[in-house]
């Protein structure tokens, strides 16, 4: 199982999304759609959480393979 952490090699800002999607096991881009979609409808805070997660989540260590 892998580790939650923000990815060094697919991302825009910061690497959660791309993150995310690793750690689902999902398209990067249903992750940011995702968060388009519901920052769009209003549905939640998804900019708040997107930035709680960057402050919380670890970075990716560039040695390990996943």
């Known amino acids: 199982m892998s580790k939650l952490v923000?990815?060094?090699?697919d991302k825009i800002l910061t690497g959660?999304?791309?993150g995310l999607a690793?750690?689902?096991n999902i398209d990067t881009t249903l992750?940011?759609?995702g968060?388009?979609?519901a920052g769009v409808l209003g549905v939640g805070s998804p900019i708040l959480i997107y930035f709680v997660m960057a402050l919380i989540m670890p970075?990716?260590?560039p040695f390990e393979m996943y």
Do not use: H, I, M, Q
């Open 6 to 9: 923000k990815s060094n090699s």
């Open 16 to 18: 959660v999304c791309g």
């Open 22 to 24: 690793r750690y689902l």
């Open 31 to 33: 992750v940011r759609l």
């Open 35 to 37: 968060f388009a979609v």
């Open 59 to 61: 970075r990716e260590d």
